[in-house]
């Protein structure tokens, strides 16, 4: 199996940049994923990457890849409170049967 | 509207009641996957399915039943149900396998088991 780690909370002030964090043990995983979730709903994909890519842009979005290290960044530009919700990262690997799931990190977003 | 819904919203049942949770989608999509999200492990996938009357165990199927006769609803039984079951359970789908599409989650179904 794969496990993948997150940090629980963050809080960032309205305006500056968010950076959520995640660890993942199996370095085969294909494709890694950045979902949210806001509150009573599910999870929406934001973004996704290839492990063959570095990095990745969309928006306000930015996506890195530290394959050696085994880590996976999500920063938010110019974070709104919109923003505030629990983002999770998910590991995936071609022809396997599991998506594994961080436990999510809460960010909230201060006015 | 298209989508994938899940039905009830919130459940309370109690030990020993079988409940089933409903799961529907309007893509066509071939996979379906059911996952349980509990404080402190995230979403843990629970069964999922490849396409109609085909259905695999993930990480934690005990104590769970699935069916699919048709492509588009995936209902998830707990046959007999315990308080360690007690969770918020997610539907979702994909058009294609695992890893190489994204999953599209419903709002979920709170279930408290007392």
Same mark, same amino acid.
């Given at each position: ?7 629980? @909370? ?38 996704y990457i290839f492990s063959n890519m570095d990095m990745k842009q969309d928006q306000r979005l930015t996506v890195l890849l530290n394959k050696k290290d085994k880590h996976l960044s999500l920063r ?11 983002? @999770? ?8 049967n599991n998506l594994f799931f961080g436990t999510g990190t809460r960010l909230t977003v201060i006015p | 509207d298209a989508g994938i819904t899940q039905s009830p919203r919130y459940k309370i049942t ?5 409940? %089933? /949770? ?7 999509? $071939?996979?379906?996957?059911? =996952? ?9 996938? #629970? ?6 009357? #085909? %259905? ?10 699935? $069916? ?7 209902? /998830? %039984? ?7 079951? %007690?969770?918020? =359970?997610?539907?979702?789908? $994909? ?17 408290? #088991?007392?």
């Open positions: 199996g794969e496990d993948v780690e997150q940090s629980l @909370f963050l809080s960032v002030r309205e305006g500056d940049s968010s950076v959520i964090n995640c660890t993942y043990t199996d370095s085969s995983s294909t494709y890694l994923y950045w979902y949210k979730q806001e509150p009573g709903a599910g999870l929406q994909l934001l973004t938010i530009a110019d974070t709104q409170t919109g923003d505030s919700a629990i983002y @999770f990262c998910a590991g995936g690997k071609t022809g396997a | 109690e030990t020993g009641r079988q409940v %089933t /949770l409903m799961c529907h989608q309007t893509w066509s999509h $071939s996979y379906m996957f059911w =996952y349980r999200q509990d404080l402190g492990h995230g979403l843990r996938l #629970i069964y999922y399915s490849a396409a109609a009357d #085909i %259905t695999d165990k993930g990480e934690v199927p005990d104590g769970y039943v699935v $069916s699919r006769s048709k492509t588009e609803n995936f209902p /998830l %039984t707990l046959e007999s149900a315990t308080r360690s079951q %007690t969770s918020v =359970y997610f539907c979702a789908s $994909s058009e294609q396998g695992f890893s190489n599409q994204p999953q599209h989650f419903g709002d979920g179904t709170r279930l408290s #088991i007392l």
